[in-house]
């Protein structure tokens, strides 16, 4: 369950995916249209809800609520390996051999954009959905080429974690700027004997949100224009790899930290090792409970940039409908049943995960419950997607090369641009 509730480490919550897919290549645009989520009896039947992982906490008793309420549209749980990984891999080989044991897909953000171009997934009418409701850059990731695919169903921004009573004791505020953090990392962590800094350093998925975070904090991009345009060769992303790569040369990043994913991160912070910690809000919870070191000697603020709040990445997982849907209607209804004001306020409550709903980060009994949530909204509100691209496997795998060349001093942030930006060009020219 650990694993579903970090978001950064890929997929959330179940994945609901809507019948086959007869092979890549075929246009977003070649399956079924919004006409396809009518109210024909032909559109609704049976669907089968496709999980990542173990869900067995709040996901059945909500899926025993929509089969008492709709006996002929019964969904049935099917669940997939906790790796994010394999969950994609199992999700595009069922979908391209047309089969139609999936119904309804609940991916990744950041693989919305792939499943699009390959026609995996089916556009969806924006008046079906509220997303006025929702977080607005939450809806940012369910969209590609300007149309709706998906509908944001978990979302996630990073948080900067830091040791309450250190910076008490020393008299300090939490950091707000990139400076303060370097500051306070190096001169107020080694008198308490803890390490500076860390995130998520270790080459895989959790690095490639980590770098971009640190880009986008300091003005720049990786992609524009759905990865249309390579961005990567700037002067603010050489000065956000210069801000991790610094951070180990000079020391308040330990070399330890470089292979660090979310939990060894999360651990090393709630053993009280660390003063900072960049992770997911998941954290809170955990490092709050009976047994943690720490508990009630930490706090959590936005994340820093260069001259003030920084830039997240957002986690978390959409839903979407397949481009060969059996019964579409069906399965619009089911995503608009998930995303409900009700359910939402039950994969925070139950699922522990952070709902796409704005008005629940104010409700009075929510934020009493879960203090970290106005300043969770903050870090939301200001989040922006990791890079899209129909090619998004590819692009993350790039960028992590790069980024633990230069975190491990073996390249200078100017080279590593100029490499990432050709590396990048030529992912864009292969299709």
Do not use: C
């Amino acid at each position: 369950m650990r694993w579903m509730r970090a978001a950064g480490r890929a997929l959330l919550v179940g994945a609901v995916v809507l019948a086959g897919y007869t092979g890549f290549g075929v246009r977003a645009d070649a399956g079924a249209t919004s006409g396809a989520f009518g109210t024909a009896s032909g559109d609704r039947g049976p669907l089968s809800l496709v999980t990542a992982g173990d869900l067995t906490d709040y996901l059945p008793p909500l899926l025993d609520d929509w089969n008492e309420a709709h006996p002929d549209e019964r969904v049935t749980l099917v669940e997939l390996p906790d790796s994010a990984d394999e969950t994609r891999a199992q999700m595009i080989s069922e979908l391209r051999s047309g089969r139609d044991r999936f119904d309804v897909l609940n991916i990744d953000v950041a693989w919305t954009s792939e499943f699009a171009a390959a026609g995996l997934i089916s556009p969806l009418p924006r008046d079906r959905f509220p997303l006025d409701a929702f977080l607005r850059p939450v809806v940012d990731t369910a969209t590609f080429e300007g149309r709706l695919y998906a509908v944001p169903y978990v979302t996630n921004a990073g948080l900067l974690y830091y040791r309450k009573d250190i910076l008490d004791r020393a008299g300090e505020e939490p950091p707000r700027t990139w400076s303060d953090l370097v500051r306070q990392a190096r001169t107020i962590a080694p008198q308490y004997g803890l390490d500076g800094y860390a995130g998520q350093f270790l080459p895989y998925e959790g690095l490639t949100v980590n770098v971009t975070e640190a880009v986008h904090s300091a003005g720049g991009s990786v992609l524009r224009d759905d990865g249309a345009r390579v961005s990567v060769d700037s002067d603010a992303a050489r000065a956000g790899l210069r801000f991790l790569a610094d951070g180990v040369r000079d020391g308040w990043i330990s070399r330890e930290a470089l292979g660090y994913k979310e939990e060894e991160s999360r651990q090393a912070f709630q053993d009280g090792r660390l003063l900072f910690l960049r992770n997911w809000p998941y954290v809170y919870a955990d490092a709050s409970a009976e047994g943690s070191k720490i508990a009630g000697r930490f706090g959590a603020v936005p994340l820093p940039g260069p001259d003030g709040p920084g830039t997240s990445v957002l986690g978390g997982s959409n839903l979407a409908v397949s481009s060969h849907a059996r019964h579409p209607a069906s399965a619009a209804d089911l995503i608009s049943y998930l995303t409900s004001e009700r359910v939402q306020r039950q994969v925070l409550t139950k699922g522990s995960l952070p709902p796409v709903r704005a008005a629940l980060y104010e409700d009075p009994e929510l934020v009493r419950a879960y203090p970290y949530l106005p300043t969770l909204r903050q870090s939301l509100l200001s989040a922006v997607p990791r890079p899209k691209s129909p090619r998004y496997d590819q692009v993350s795998l790039a960028v992590q090369a790069v980024a633990q060349d230069v975190m491990a001093l073996r390249q200078t942030p100017e080279e590593a641009t100029a490499r990432l930006a050709r590396e990048l060009g030529a992912i864009s020219r292969r299709g």
